[in-house]
């Protein structure tokens, strides 16, 4: 099979296969003029930025590196990443030799050598990054992207031990799950130290905060992934947390919900929050997280609260809502599409949700590049060289099994005892624009059932001829396996599976995993994963810098079609209705034995409700997980369709959130005077005199007395006073203020008010105030229906229109100060910030500073 031509990498591609996985030399130091290096041409902590170069000159320590852009850059070699590989073709060489070299002759290993070249080749197979990064190249790193770790022991050994293999596993670049629902919940009875739990939720902020110490082989930072099963009683205190303001910032969040749950849910039935008995004398040896299996045994359960499932499920979904988590896993009917539900229960997924594993669980990831098998002459697909590829691929994730180093022997038992892998596919969107289908329409459904269930075939029946020739997976039995609900999907509709699985055994447990790709895809420059494309020209924002993308297929079709636009198939992730996402997912998840990484995409107007109708719908179709991106939800996007200091183009479609993301950059990163005296230019000065109206609301910290002046008619600056002098809520508020005030006094942006109050509304705290519309969820919020009711009235007019003018406080106190409450006999004041668990519950109580909440005491 012969070599293609060479691939030639630029830009952003050719950056991330340097940064990512080309060989790197350990020792830059080894620098020398002619070198092609990445050089750090900015070195901020949250948005470095990287540039491809050559080294021109050298004296000592420093180098001088010419970008590709013809900037000249000094730097000391420290800052350099040099590479051993320059291009793809040195990578392929060294993944193809590598990962034969398990195989058992010297004939086999060349054989499959230029089989695995040729699967390689031209990016036809995108091996994971673990595999690109390690494989050949280190014996430290991992060639597994997906972990998960046991549930935690629930004792401060265990989950130090638990601590400690995260940390162990993502410093050489693997993703970790964990569960947390083995930890005791809040409150809960530790004896051994005649104490109380500081819960669950609170130990999984440890495991995120180091997430965040830690990058991954050297080239990213560490993944995680947070999950809670729904009967446990901290389980509202989990969905919610991330609306705490850096409890639990460097881990994705899921829930794990069971069949009875969503049963609970659609007939509002009660639902019990239990936990086992912490005092059972077994308690530490027996559990392990898994519920029902201590029910089985006869062991006591304590009750700790009973609940409506919709009061659960209202606040997953108005929290996903808000800030896209938690995600959703239907963990009960997943292990009954499981085929290793027989012997080896999942228990929670890798940190982009597309592997469920069971503890000490592992796969190894890569991805087909669909883009690559479009047949031009026939205007279909290439099936022969995708059956090809396919039986080829799952040869090579096999042999990674036996080629990686494992860390803990534990790992090792587990994946050898059932060889999971996960053989994925980027590609899609861009292999549906050369077939002129529609992503999302009623014949792309159609198409996508096919495609993957002829993907899926391919795959069974290459493993069992891998299990014919070296051995079916230890744990393999035909009957069990061949009953689960994923196999009897596959061989109902392709019954020549089962019988290859029957006469030869299946060489692994599972197969196929759809997982995100973005990286790679990127890099490769084609869709990533199963999404669509994000839009036909965006920018990427990542520890590289901030790059402008064009996706050639599109960019292509303009410069051939001048003044013309683009067909109907060629469609973004926004363009799409967010139930044609859905329906997506469940077409190809039909055909998938693992999960699938997909976002379905929702604009900024979508609602609660139709957020809880695509939750539901998702799990009636059949997805084993639901994640939703509402636009506007966050601050910060990996990908933006406007550069931050340009204006948006007319034919693009910008979001407001990425406006205020290029806002707060621009102050952040400018630094030079140039920079400095344009940015002076477009701040508006504050006359003497500003005349506006304060509004009093009342807030979960008290009352608040929001004054806001305009400037030409148009709100311009924000006062806000709330809660005691010298308190943390006070210089919190005032902050709040200055900052929005800056905002609404910088640039001529016609809808700077609109944006602000958008951005505000409905952030949520440990508590709120008021009811339905006339909710005030936090200060922010009060702020931003100020604003609202300041738009609608004009400072000058008395009346307040519904529903705003319920949040108001009307009466004549004038106190600044909240009205004094009884608690125990004690007057409260005011109330602050605690520092041990974040509400806004920390009150005075007999001279002393003590939270009602946690129970946190300034005097202790």
Known sequence: MDKQQKQTLEGLSEKIFLDRYAWKDADPSHAKVGDVVLVLTKDDPKFPTKEVGEIVAREGRMVTVKTRRGELVESDVEKLTLNIEKTPEEMWDRLATSISSVEKTPELQKDWEEKFRYILDDWKLVPGGRIAAGAGASDELTLFNCYVIPSPKDSRGGIMETLSEMTEIMARGGGVGINLSSLRPRRAIVKGVNGSSSGAVSWGGLFSYTTGLIEQGGSRRGALMLMMNDWHPDILDFITVKQSMGQVTNANLSVCVSNDFMKAVKEDLDWELVFPDTTDEDYNDVWDGDLDKWKAAGRNVVHYRTVKAREIWHTIIESAWKSAEPGVVFMEYYNQMSNSWYFNPIICTNPCGEQGLPGWGVCNLSAINLSKFYDEEKHDIAWDDLATTTRYSVRFLDNVIDRTPYHFEENELNQKKERRVGLGTMGLAELMIKLHIRYGSPESLEFLDKLYGFIAKEAYLASSEIAEEKGAFPAFEADPYLQSGFMKVLCDTYPEVEQAVREKGVRNVTLITQAPTGSTGTMVGTSTGIEPYFAFKYYRQSRL?????????????????????????????????????????????????????????????????????????????????????????????????EKKDEKPVAEEVISTDEEVSSFTQSLSVNTDTDDKVALDKQYKKRPQVLRGATYKINTPFGMAYITINDLDGIPSEIFLNVGKAGSDVFAMAEALGRVCSLFLRYGDHGHKVELLIKHLKGIGGSGAIGFGPNRVESIADAVAKALETHVQNGPYVDHDPAPVAATLAHHDDHNHEPVGKSHGGTSVTSRDLCPSCGGATLINIEGCKTCSNCGYSKCS
């Open 545 to 641: 810098g901030f790059d402008e993308q064009f996706v050639p297929i599109a960019q292509d079709w303009l410069d051939t079609h001048p003044g013309e636009e683009l067909p109907d198939y060629y469609v973004t992730a926004m363009d799409l209705s967010a139930k044609d996402h859905i329906r997506t997912q469940a077409a190809i998840q039909r055909w998938v034995d693992s999960s699938i990484s997909k976002t379905a995409n929702c604009p900024s107007d979508f609602t609660v409700e139709e957020t809880k109708e695509l939750y539901e719908m998702a799990f009636d179709l059949g997805c084993k997980g639901v994640t939703i991106y509402r636009d506007g939800s966050r601050d910060v996007q990996v990908l933006q369709t």
